[in-house]
């Protein structure tokens, strides 16, 4: 086994996103991202259209991934590819054509736990940024999660806070929902509350466990506002959308962060880094940023491309976990509801 010279194959499949990357000694070659566009037009993912466009996309994708790396698959030392967590049917296509091309190449097949990822991803070779110093704390932020985790080393992460209801991702989405933005929305809010006051209007902050999260309640509040806004004029959204959108983002980025100093004052740890979807947010990336002089903190984000899903983050666990000679057995199975 050469550790020193290796090409992984990474795929993602967890959602509606079919990816697949190549990596070769910490440097992604490729990294391609098929997007499904259909889920628009009914407001959310739709996890048996999905399944299917994966079925669809997954072949093209891979092939267009080793073009642009310029490598035949032959030349692959293993494959590593989403296990969980995830839509089942989603992770289902990505886990079954993994095992059939790592069996097919007789190379080894590598799972991945798709929120370790998020947080590995800070791992690859980008010019102009470093990686996080060991032990660091990673809050990951996406549709479907929200979590604080501690992490010592590349495979010892212990989630020290998380949501216990909606995910911000997800609160993004079902506000910008109520405002009458079309899916996904939370890009959206993040580009009106650009051009918005932030203090405009106020919304609650949910109290619970110092360092876990509750979304719910901030939802049912903006639905409960805009009702009683729009019953008094019902142009209120058109006329304040740029308001209402930056003192939401204004409210959950502050709620974040508020977790993120508590974090902080119980474990002692002062490099932060951020993952998963919603870390492409304006609002966050700038308040974490206000915190390296702020609090002295050590920030690290994401490139764009490796905030959103993709298979560069799955390829680069692979890596790590191919030099360590962690690899799974061809019986492994995806896990929707796969935990650190």
Known sequence: MNNTNCYILGIESSCDDTAAAVI??????????ANQEIHTQYGGVVPELASRAHQQNIVPVVHQALRKANIDKKQL???????????????????????S?????????????HMQAHILAHFIKVEGQTAPNFPFLALTISGGHTQI??????????????????????????????????????????TY??????KAFKFPKPKVAPLDFSFSGLKTSVLYFVEKETAR??????????????????????YLMDK??????????????IGGGVSANSGIRKALKDAEEKYGWTTHIPKFEYCTDNAAMIAIVGELKYKQGI?????????ARLKF
């Open 327 to 335: 690899f799974a057995n061809k019986d492994v199975v995806a896990s």
């Open 193 to 198: 509350a650009q051009q918005g006051n932030p």
């Open 233 to 254: 004029n019902p142009n209120f959204i058109s006329e304040n959308i740029e308001d209402i959108c930056a003192s939401l983002q204004y409210t959950i980025v502050s």
């Open 149 to 190: 985790v501690k992490v010592t080393n590349y495979f010892e992460m212990k989630v020290i806070g998380q949501a216990i209801d909606d995910a911000v991702g997800e609160a993004f989405d079902k506000a910008a929902k109520i405002l009458g933005l079309p899916y996904p929305g939370g890009p959206l809010v993040d």
């Open 101 to 113: 091309l790592a069996l097919g190449l007789g190379i080894p097949l590598i799972d991945v736990n």
């Open 24 to 33: 070769h000694n910490g440097t992604i070659l490729s990294n391609v991202v």
């Open 77 to 99: 030392h293993a494959i590593a590819f989403t296990s969980g967590p995830g839509l089942m049917g989603s992770l289902l296509v990505g886990t079954s054509f993994s095992k």
């Open 260 to 273: 993120l100093k508590n974090a902080v004052k119980q474990t002692g740890i002062k490099e932060i880094a």
